[in-house]
């Protein structure tokens, strides 16, 4: 085993000092704050995924630089692992301590345990394949990262400016490349003729589609759009609107999926929409996706995560039992706590559905343990996974009818459309499009699927929000004690009610989640939870929000 190159990692650190008194953490999102406080942090994760590297035999790893929906001035990072997933959860907490130690002498000493703790051998070779997204201060933090990988020996691929299911899909076609698992040629070039190519087989034959406004919250996914929509060619017509990539305060700015799911109301955009014309939003990093549409009376719609679950799935379901598969292929749905009661009756009288903790990791692995797993959260990011066995039934299975084998090719299509390795708005949105022009679906029909119930959403700030403990996937509060008991008296008093509080693991609030049957009743259960959340945890009397009831 060879030591840590110490002198490089040394001469190169001192350039990239820790800010005193800022604490990191490798959260949900990978390290995500200020941009202009993040240039350390992006040497050190350098280093790590370097390091990550080594310890997985050389694969390659991800890191995309982003904040996603987050506003202009943010930034972050996170790592990706080889088959294009989310950093194994074990190394978050390794993350955060590298971040965390004061200057380069603590971190050295940091590393130098890390590796040895992990028997990382550190004469293996490493590779690191990184992108960012449009955000002004991407460019420099990219150079810290690109230091932090020179430094530990590391060869590193610049991806450029591109989103982060292109960054995903990359790093999984790199280490998949001349196996019997390519997932495809390893460039975003390579992204946009699979995806494309197998749009344009799923929906051959139908009737031509009408065009399709994707607001790009003036993120990256404008240029991925722009893209994408010539290779569809007119097989769908994208109208990329928001595609002001460079506009100071542009990012994420009243519209994005984020602003339209949390506020339910129309983007602001460039064109009007006429009743019934679908549209859909990304976010800043197109991961997300949210559709809607105005109807006759000029009422918004929002068809968001757990309706694009309750389409693709039912549809998923309906091919395999065309196909003649349905005994041998279980398609399964994940949802968390948040998705509404609607959905989660809809899918239920039909498949099986899991509900697991807030969280893509939580989702993903859970959907994993179905033949084909469709997860969603309602804030728009999701996909689906095909599990080896079910890719290895569909591409030796034989069909005995002709209904059977068009069945089957729309599925082996399906698993090509759909990005798999993460959640990705482009290709999510060549799933929905592709499911409806099969089921020749108007944006009213999808929505007419199920009605979805009022809900509301609602922030409490609390003294400490890691009093909070819940169980049964985030649905009871186990702590503070008490507190349950009187949220369940709540919900009682209201006609389908349903409410829950968890502790945000992205900000420093406690949520409060609640629906019921009226828009009305919805709203005031929320706020009713939310002011016994406060009073009961000893919020001040003279700040308490006015809404609170
Ligand atoms: C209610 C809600 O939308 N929560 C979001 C939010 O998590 P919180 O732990 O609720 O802050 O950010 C996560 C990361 O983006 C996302 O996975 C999750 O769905
Ligand atoms: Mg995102």
């Known amino acids: ?130 992108a960012r997204d449009t955000r002004p201060s991407g460019p420099a933090l990219v150079a810290a990262l690109e230091d932090g990988i020179a430094a ?46 197998a749009f344009k087989k799923l929906v051959a034959g139908k009737s031509v589609i009408p065009p399709l406004v994707v607001d790009c919250a003036n993120g990256v996914g404008a240029k991925v759009a722009n893209e994408l929509a010539e290779y569809l060619g007119d097989k769908l017509r ?37 009743p019934g014309q679908r549209a859909c939003s990304l976010d800043g990093d197109a991961d997300r996706l949210i559709y809607y549409y105005l109807d006759d009376r000029g009422q918004f719609h929002m068809l968001d995560g757990d309706k694009i679950a309750a389409l693709s799935a039912a549809f998923i379901g309906e091919l395999t039992k065309a196909a003649g598969l349905d005994s041998k292929i279980r398609v399964g749905i994940v949802q968390t706590a948040y998705a509404n009661g609607g ?76 990005n798999q390795t993460v959640g990705d708005a482009l290709s999510d949105m060549l799933m929905v499009e592709t499911v409806l022009a099969h089921k020749s679906y108007s944006g009213e029909e999808w929505d007419s699927l199920y009605v979805d119930l009022p809900n509301r959403l609602v922030k409490v700030v609390v003294a400490d929000r890691n009093v909070f403990k819940t169980e049964d996937a985030e649905r009871r509060l186990i702590n503070p004690p008490g507190i349950q008991a009187k949220i369940d008296d709540l919900v009682h008093r209201y006609e389908g009610g349903r409410a829950f509080v968890r502790p945000s693991g992205t900000e420093d609030v406690v949520r409060v989640y609640a629906e019921a049957t009226v828009r009305t009743q919805a709203d005031e259960l929320a706020y009713r939870v939310a002011g016994l959340v406060y009073d009961e945890t000893g919020g001040d009397p003279a700040h308490r929000p006015i809404e609170f009831l």
């Open 343 to 418: 959905s989660t009756k809809y899918l239920s009288e039909r498949l099986p559905v899991k509900c697991v903790p807030t969280g893509v990791k939580h989702l993903h692995h859970a959907a994993e343990k179905f033949d084909v797993g469709v997860y969603f959260e309602a804030n728009g990011h999701g996909t689906v996974l095909f599990s080896p066995q079910s890719q290895e039934i569909l591409s030796t299975y034989q069909p005995s009818t002709p209904a059977q084998s068009t069945a089957l090719n729309h599925l082996i299509n399906f698993a090509e459309v759909i």
């Open 1 to 130: 085993m060879s030591s840590l190159p110490v002198d490089a990692i040394r001469s190169l650190a001192d350039q990239h000092p820790k800010p005193s008194h800022i604490h990191f953490q490798y959260g949900t999102a990978g390290f995500r704050t200020k941009g202009e406080i993040l240039d350390s942090v992006m040497f050190r994760v350098g280093i790590l995924a370097g390091l990550r590297s080594k310890k997985l035999d050389g694969k390659t790893i991800g890191v995309m630089v982003t904040a996603s929906h987050n506003p202009e001035p943010d930034n972050g990072v996170k790592l990706v692992d080889p088959r294009g997933e989310m950093l194994e959860t074990s190394w978050e907490a390794h993350a955060t301590a590298l971040a965390n130690a004061k200057n380069t002498d603590e971190f050295l000493a940091a590393l130098d345990t890390f590796a040895t703790t992990l028997k990382i051998d550190l004469s293996k070779p490493a590779k690191v394949v990184y």
């Open 152 to 197: 530990i020996g590391a060869e590193g691929r610049d991806a450029g400016i591109t989103t982060t299911p292109v960054l995903h899909y990359l790093v999984r076609a790199i280490n998949t490349k001349g196996t019997k698992d390519e997932y495809g040629e390893d460039s975003e070039e390579g992204y946009l003729r699979k995806l494309s190519a």
């Open 238 to 274: 994208l109208i990329p609107v928001n595609t002001s990539t460079t506009t100071p305060g542009a990012l994420n700015n009243a519209c994005g999926a984020d602003f339209v799911k949390t506020q339910q109301k129309l983007p602001s955009l460039p064109i009007e929409l006429k």
